[in-house]
T-cell receptor, first 118, second 111 residues
Framework: GAVVSQHPSWVICKSGTSVKIECRSLDFQATTMFWYRQFPKQSLMLMATSNEGSKATYEQGVEKDKFLINHASLTLSTLTVTSAHPEDSSFYIC??????????????FGEGSWLTVV | DAKTTQPPSMDCAEGRAANLPCNHSTISGNEYVYWYRQIHSQGPQYIIHGLKNNETNEMASLIITEDRKSSTLILPHATLRDTAVYYCIVRLDNAGNMLTFGGGTRLMVKP
């Protein structure tokens, strides 16, 4: 299957600083990428949908000024958590749609990034 | 997207088949059934998907009932590494359409 890579796998940052997480589609072009957040023992919650070359669409309750998403190329989307606070500590996961006809619009996920804000 | 219902947890003996059910009684005619699994502290892994016909790949088989209101994911010979949370998702197979995750089934494969 298609490969989606996230970096970093884990990061610890001080409260008030900003952190950037990268999501790359390694062997396919992804016009659409999705960002999820998952708290311990809970399911994945969609944060935003990112389309290459345009503004992201945020889910209700997700602050767009706090979670900045950039999708500047067909293989890279970034999520920046600005002015991070301890309550932002979570597992952040990106996914990308492989739009090749043979894969049928299947969505593949990255390995996830653990963010701990201290 | 249609809502799905899965049992919260299941156990399976190593080497035996694991049959994971999913109810999606409100599924519409053009929605696909997708299965993903999430091993602890990793991103979800795509397993299989189908529309009407049963599907099989190197990981699993997907059996969809004729009325499409339910499906079963079959892992033919479960191993300890198959211990994970399994998510059944129904989704329009359109570009840009996201996946909405429910609670999933926590499968525990025991020696």
């Amino acid at each position: 299957g298609a490969v989606v890579s996230q970096h970093p796998s884990w990061v610890i940052c001080k409260s008030g600083t900003s952190v950037k997480i990268e999501c790359r589609s390694l062997d396919f072009q992804a016009t659409t990428m999705f960002w999820y957040r998952q708290f311990p023992k809970q399911s994945l919650m969609l944060m935003a949908t990112s389309n290459e070359g345009s503004k992201a669409t945020y889910e209700q309750g997700v602050e767009k000024d706090k979670f900045l998403i950039n999708h500047a190329s067909l293989t890279l989307s970034t999520l920046t958590v600005t002015s991070a606070h301890p309550e932002d500590s979570s597992f952040y996961i990106c996914s990308a749609r492989d739009g090749d006809a043979s894969s049928g619009n299947t969505i593949y996920f990255g390995e996830g990034s653990w963010l701990t804000v201290v | 997207d249609a809502k799905t219902t899965q049992p919260p947890s299941m156990d399976c003996a190593e080497g035996r088949a694991a049959n994971l059910p999913c109810n999606h009684s409100t599924i519409s005619g053009n929605e696909y059934v997708y299965w993903y699994r999430q091993i602890h502290s990793q991103g979800p892994q795509y397993i299989i998907h189908g529309l009407k016909n049963n599907e099989t790949n190197e990981m699993a088989s997907l059996i969809i009932t004729e009325d499409r209101k339910s499906s079963t994911l079959i892992l033919p010979h479960a191993t300890l590494r198959d211990t994970a949370v399994y998510y059944c998702i129904v989704r329009l197979d359109n570009a840009g359409n996201m996946l909405t995750f429910g609670g999933g089934t926590r499968l525990m494969v025991k020696p």
